[in-house]
C-alpha cells in the first residue's frame, strides 16, 4: 500500500467524488436561505483596493452570481441545436455513418445524464426543504405548550387573579380625599396642643395673682401659714403626704371631683374664667351676646 | 420574590399540617397566589380563597391600599386517613444557596434523575421552579415547555 491511498485514510478502491454536472451554471435561480449563506460569506474586493486591471478580463467589487441556465435550455442548446440535420446517409461512407450514430448515441447518454441529474438535485432539494420544515415544526412545538381542556375548565378563577396587579391602587379622587384627610387630622392635633397649651398659660395667669413677689407679701404669706391658718396648713401637708404615700383623704378627692367637674361644666379653669370665656371677650363676641340677649329682653317686655 | 417569605410559607403550612388544622390563612401576596394555586393544581390542598383577617369572604372584596393589611388567602388543608395529604415541604434554594438549573437540568431533574444537590424526584413529589420570567411552574410543566430556572422547593 502506497503513499497515494494515505488521503483516503489508507484505503484503497475509493472512488473520487462525482464531478458536478451542473458545476458551471446554476440549473434554478438561488433560493431565500441560499441568498442570504451568499451574503453572509465575506467575499469580494474592499472599499479600499482598487480592482484590478487586465486586458479581456472584467473584475467585480462583488462576486457575480452566476447565469442561471435551465436544464431544458442546456439539452436544447448543447443537445438539440448541434444535432447533424438533414444528412443524406446515403451519401455517406460506414465510418461516416457509424460516428453520426456514436454521436447520436453519446447525446442520448447525455440527455439522460441531465435529466437524471435535474431529478436527484430536485430529490436532494425535496428532502433538505422537508427536514428543514421538520426541524422548523419541531422547535416550534417545543416552544408552543398548551394546557388541556379539564385544566382550562377547572382553574379560571386563581389564574384570573395572578393576571393583573395583586392590589388595586386609589383612584386620583381617593388620594386627594386621603390627603385632605391627613391634613385635617394634622391640624387638628395641633389645634388641640396648641390649646392645651394656651389653657395651662391662662391656669398659670389665674394663679399668679397669689405668687409671693415681694418681702411683704412672704411675711403676710408666712404669718398667715403658721400662725392665723395653721389648720389649713397642717391639712395641706397632709393631704402631700398621703399623695406621695398613694392613698387619699376621700374628703379632699371629693372635692377635687367637684371642682373639676363644675369647671369642664362652666368651661372654667380653677373656677375662673377659662379659655373659651377669655377669647369671646377678646374678640367682642362675649360683649355682642350681651347686647342681643339685653335687646331680646327690651323687645319681650314691651 | 423572597426566599424568607417561601421558608416561612412552608412551615407554617407544615405547621398546620402537623396540628390537623383544616383551614389557615396566609398573607395575600403573589407568591402565597401562585404557590397555592399550584399546590391546589397538584391535589395537595383543597381550596385556595381570598379573605381578611376574620376569614374567608362571603362576598368578593377587592384589594385596595386601605385593606391590604388585613387581607389574607385561606387555604384548605387536605388530609386522608388522618394523615396530611402533604407530609413534607422543604425548601431546595436556602436564601444563601440559589439553586440554577438549565432547560436541560430541569429535564433530567424531571425524569428523576439527580441534578448536582438536588436529589431525586420521588413519585408522588412535586418541584417548583421558578423561570426567568418570575413565573413559578411545577417542575414537569416547565420540562415541558423547555425552560430553566431556579428551583425553590419540593413538596411530597
Given at each position: 500500500?502506497?503513499?497515494?491511498?494515505?488521503?483516503?485514510?489508507?484505503?484503497?478502491?475509493?472512488?473520487?467524488?462525482?464531478?458536478?454536472?451542473?458545476?458551471?451554471?446554476?440549473?434554478?435561480?438561488?433560493?431565500?436561505?441560499?441568498?442570504?449563506?451568499?451574503?453572509?460569506?465575506?467575499?469580494?474586493?474592499?472599499?479600499?483596493?482598487?480592482?484590478?486591471?487586465?486586458?479581456?478580463?472584467?473584475?467585480?467589487?462583488?462576486?457575480?452570481?452566476?447565469?442561471?441556465?435551465?436544464?431544458?435550455?442546456?439539452?436544447?442548446?448543447?443537445?438539440?441545436?448541434?444535432?447533424?440535420?438533414?444528412?443524406?446517409?446515403?451519401?455517406?461512407?460506414?465510418?461516416?455513418?457509424?460516428?453520426?450514430?456514436?454521436?447520436?448515441?453519446?447525446?442520448?447518454?447525455?440527455?439522460?445524464?441531465?435529466?437524471?441529474?435535474?431529478?436527484?438535485?430536485?430529490?436532494?432539494?425535496?428532502?433538505?426543504?422537508?427536514?428543514?420544515?421538520?426541524?422548523?415544526?419541531?422547535?416550534?412545538?417545543?416552544?408552543?405548550?398548551?394546557e388541556?381542556?379539564?385544566t382550562?375548565?377547572t382553574l379560571p378563577t386563581i389564574e384570573s387573579y395572578l393576571?393583573?396587579?395583586?392590589?388595586?391602587?386609589?383612584?386620583?379622587?381617593?388620594?386627594?380625599?386621603?390627603?385632605?384627610?391627613?391634613?385635617?387630622?394634622?391640624?387638628?392635633?395641633?389645634?388641640?396642643?396648641?390649646?392645651?397649651?394656651?389653657?395651662?398659660?391662662?391656669?398659670?395667669?389665674?394663679?399668679?395673682?397669689?405668687?409671693?413677689?415681694?418681702?411683704?407679701?412672704?411675711?403676710?404669706?408666712?404669718?398667715?401659714?403658721?400662725?392665723?391658718?395653721?389648720?389649713?396648713?397642717?391639712?395641706?401637708?397632709?393631704?402631700?403626704?398621703?399623695?406621695?404615700?398613694?392613698?387619699?383623704?376621700?374628703?379632699?378627692?371629693?372635692?377635687?371631683?367637684?371642682?373639676?367637674?363644675?369647671?369642664?361644666?362652666?368651661?372654667?379653669?380653677?373656677?375662673?374664667?377659662?379659655?373659651?370665656?377669655?377669647?369671646?371677650?377678646?374678640?367682642?363676641?362675649?360683649?355682642?351676646?350681651?347686647?342681643?340677649?339685653?335687646?331680646?329682653?327690651?323687645?319681650?317686655?314691651? | 420574590m423572597?426566599l424568607?417569605h417561601l421558608a416561612n410559607f412552608s412551615a407554617h403550612i407544615k405547621n398546620c399540617t402537623r396540628?390537623n388544622i383544616s383551614s389557615t390563612s396566609v398573607p395575600f401576596t403573589r407568591l402565597h397566589l401562585q404557590l397555592s394555586f399550584l399546590l391546589y393544581k397538584e391535589g395537595f390542598i383543597s381550596s385556595v380563597q381570598r379573605g381578611?383577617?376574620?376569614?374567608p369572604?362571603?362576598?368578593?372584596?377587592?384589594?385596595?391600599?386601605?385593606?391590604?393589611?388585613?387581607?389574607r388567602l385561606w387555604i384548605g388543608l387536605k388530609y386522608r386517613?388522618?394523615l396530611s395529604v402533604i407530609r413534607n415541604f422543604s425548601l431546595v434554594s436556602?436564601?444563601?444557596?440559589?439553586?440554577?438549573?438549565?432547560?436541560?437540568?430541569?429535564?433530567?431533574?424531571?425524569?428523576?434523575?439527580?441534578?448536582?444537590?438536588?436529589?431525586?424526584l420521588q413519585p408522588a413529589e412535586c418541584m417548583f421552579i421558578q423561570?426567568?420570567?418570575?413565573e413559578i411552574l411545577e417542575v414537569q410543566e416547565a420540562?415541558?415547555?423547555?425552560?430553566?430556572?431556579?428551583v425553590l422547593c419540593r413538596v411530597r
Open positions: 500500500m502506497g503513499n497515494r491511498t494515505l488521503k483516503y485514510g489508507g484505503k484503497s478502491g475509493i472512488l473520487p467524488k462525482p464531478r458536478a454536472i451542473f458545476k458551471s451554471n446554476p440549473i434554478k435561480p438561488m433560493t431565500e436561505q441560499e441568498k442570504a449563506h451568499h451574503a453572509s460569506i465575506e467575499q469580494g474586493y474592499a472599499d479600499s483596493v482598487p480592482l484590478p486591471v487586465k486586458k479581456g478580463f472584467s473584475f467585480h467589487r462583488k462576486v457575480e452570481p452566476k447565469k442561471v441556465v435551465t436544464v431544458e435550455e442546456r439539452i436544447r442548446k448543447t443537445i438539440d441545436e448541434r444535432t447533424p440535420k438533414n444528412v443524406d446517409t446515403t451519401q455517406l461512407k460506414d465510418e461516416e455513418i457509424w460516428k453520426l450514430k456514436v454521436g447520436d448515441i453519446r447525446r442520448e447518454h447525455l440527455r439522460t445524464a441531465y435529466l437524471k441529474e435535474y431529478e436527484r438535485l430536485k430529490k436532494i432539494d425535496e428532502l433538505e426543504a422537508k427536514r428543514a420544515a421538520e426541524a422548523k415544526q419541531a422547535e416550534q412545538s417545543k416552544q408552543e405548550y398548551e388541556t381542556e379539564a382550562k375548565l393576571q393583573g396587579p395583586i392590589m388595586r391602587q386609589r383612584t386620583p379622587t381617593e388620594q386627594a380625599l386621603l390627603e385632605h384627610k391627613r391634613a385635617f387630622n394634622r391640624k387638628s392635633r395641633e389645634l388641640e396642643v396648641k390649646e392645651s397649651r394656651a389653657e395651662q398659660l391662662l391656669g398659670l395667669y389665674h394663679q399668679a395673682s397669689s405668687f409671693v413677689t415681694t418681702e411683704a407679701q412672704l411675711e403676710k404669706a408666712i404669718t398667715e401659714a403658721f400662725e392665723i391658718r395653721l389648720n389649713k396648713f397642717n391639712l395641706s401637708a397632709m393631704s402631700v403626704k398621703d399623695r406621695l404615700n398613694g392613698s387619699k383623704d376621700s374628703n379632699v378627692t371629693l372635692s377635687e371631683n367637684e371642682d373639676a367637674i363644675l369647671d369642664a361644666a362652666h368651661g372654667q379653669i380653677n373656677r375662673k374664667p377659662g379659655l373659651n370665656v377669655v377669647r369671646d371677650t377678646i374678640d367682642g363676641e362675649l360683649e355682642k351676646l350681651k347686647r342681643q340677649a339685653e335687646i331680646a329682653i327690651h323687645n319681650n317686655q314691651y | 423572597s424568607v396540628l381578611s383577617n376574620a376569614g369572604d362571603k362576598t368578593p372584596a377587592e384589594v385596595t391600599p386601605d385593606n391590604i393589611s388585613s387581607r386517613d388522618n436556602k436564601p444563601n444557596r440559589k439553586v440554577h438549573f438549565t432547560s436541560t437540568e430541569i429535564k433530567a431533574l424531571a425524569s428523576g434523575i439527580p441534578v448536582g444537590i438536588v436529589r431525586p423561570t426567568d420570567e418570575s420540562a415541558k415547555k423547555n425552560l430553566g430556572g431556579t
